[in-house]
Each structure stands twice: as structure tokens, then as C-alpha cells.
T-cell receptor, first 117, second 111 residues
Framework: GAVVSQHPSRVICKSGTSVKIECRSL??????MFWYRQFPKKSLMLMAT?????????EQGVEKDKFLINHASLTLSTLTVTSAHPEDSSFYIC?????????????FGEGSWLTVV | DAKTTQPTSMDCAEGRAANLPCNHS???????VYWYRQIHSQGPQYIIH???NNETNEMASLIITEDRKSSTLILPHATLRDTAVYYC????????????FGEGTQLTVNP
């Protein structure tokens, strides 16, 4: 079945540095991918919509200059957390729909744990 | 997309059926009901989705009422590994693939 993969699964970075997280659709093309973040014991919060070949669409309250999203191909979207701060430590998850129809399945990646020290 | 209401938590005995309810009384005709679950520290796992008819796959069954205002996810023989947070989400074509997560139901399967 369709699979979405994220890399890295865990990353530790120093405050002030940038870190990139990749999201790949392994056996289908995705013109749109979505990025979520999740704090401990909380539900997933949608951060942004990643659009292949165009700018990402950010949810209200999400800083676009801090969370850079690039969707350069139909199978890869990247999220770069710039000037990382300890408050950015979180679980980041991406998703993509296998096919463009409303009834198609939406899959999630395994998630990426970011710890900023 | 229509809002959903789920119980905060449920318990189930291992080997028994787990029936997880979801209320979506404001659902529109073209909106699908999706179910996902999230085991601690992992990404959400797709379980099943449906529009009007009941659906079954290797993981679960989805029973949607005739008026579509509620649905039930059934895990026929719950195991300890089914302990997770279960999310019921309604999604229409206008929202694309933007799933909005509520708090879900914490299902605990007990030995």
C-alpha cells in the first residue's frame, strides 16, 4: 500500500541552528502534502500545506519565515526549522493523499522528533 | 468540515470487540468519515474510511448510520497492541486533504 516516509526520525540540534525534515511519498505522487506538529499529550495541529511547485500555505499563527517548506518534486516535501529554539522541540508529522479524489486514503509519515538544546 | 464528538476514553478487554462511537451530526452529503489511530510516539495510522455504506477491511469495520450523523468503529478482537488514541475525522472535498484532528478517544485494551 501507499507509504509516506519521514527522515530523520529523531534529531537533536543546538539553539540557533537550522534543521531539515524530509517527507517522501514512496509509491505515489503527491502534489500536496501537509505538515503537523504535536506536543506531548496533545492532538496534532496542522501547520501548513505544502504545494508542489508553489508556495506553501500556512495556518494562522505559524511563522512562515521560521518554518520553511519546500515541495520541489511530486514525492518530496521538506520542512526546515530555522534558528531553532527549545520551544520548537516537538513531534513533526507529514501527510499526503494517495490520489486526488476526496475518497482516496490519506497517509501519514512516522513522524520526526525534534529536540532543541 | 463537520465537527466530530468522541468519548475521551474507553476500556476494552483483550479478545473482545471494541466499539468506538463518533458523532458527526452536521455532516454534509459529500463528506467522508475517516478513522485513524495513533500509538504513542508514532505517526497516525490509517484504519478505514467511508461515505455512506458500511466498510470492512483487515483492521476494522466502520458502521455508518443511515442518517450519517454518527458512526462506530469496530475492532472485532481487540489486542493489547490496539491500545491507542483513535481519531474520527470528517473530511469533504472542499478541504482537500487537510485533516483536522480533535482530541480522539484513548482506547485501553486490558489483559
Amino acid at each position: 500500500g501507499a507509504v509516506v516516509s519521514q527522515h530523520p526520525s529523531r534529531v537533536i540540534c543546538k539553539s540557533g541552528t537550522s534543521v531539515k525534515i524530509e517527507c517522501r511519498s514512496l509509491d505515489f505522487q503527491a502534489t500536496t502534502m501537509f505538515w503537523y506538529r504535536q506536543f506531548p499529550k496533545k492532538s496534532l495541529m496542522l501547520m501548513a500545506t505544502s504545494n508542489e511547485g508553489s508556495k506553501a500555505t500556512y495556518e494562522q499563527g505559524v511563522e512562515k519565515d521560521k518554518f520553511l517548506i519546500n515541495h520541489a518534486s511530486l514525492t518530496l516535501s521538506t520542512l526546515t526549522v530555522t534558528s531553532a529554539h527549545p520551544e520548537d522541540s516537538s513531534f513533526y508529522i507529514c501527510s499526503a493523499r494517495a490520489g486526488g479524489l476526496a475518497g482516496n486514503t490519506i497517509y501519514f509519515g512516522e513522524g520526526s522528533w525534534l529536540t532543541v538544546v | 468540515d463537520a465537527k466530530t464528538t468522541q468519548p475521551t476514553s474507553m476500556d476494552c478487554a483483550e479478545g473482545r470487540a471494541a466499539n468506538l462511537p463518533c458523532n458527526h451530526s452536521t455532516i454534509s452529503g459529500n463528506e467522508y468519515v475517516y478513522w485513524y489511530r495513533q500509538i504513542h510516539s508514532q505517526g497516525p495510522q490509517y484504519i478505514i474510511h467511508g461515505l455512506k455504506n458500511n466498510e470492512t477491511n483487515e483492521m476494522a469495520s466502520l458502521i455508518i448510520t443511515e442518517d450519517r450523523k454518527s458512526s462506530t468503529l469496530i475492532l472485532p478482537h481487540a489486542t493489547l497492541r490496539d491500545t491507542a488514541v483513535y481519531y474520527c475525522i470528517v473530511l469533504g472535498a472542499s478541504s482537500g486533504s487537510r485533516l483536522t484532528f480533535g482530541e480522539g478517544t484513548q482506547l485501553t485494551v486490558n489483559p
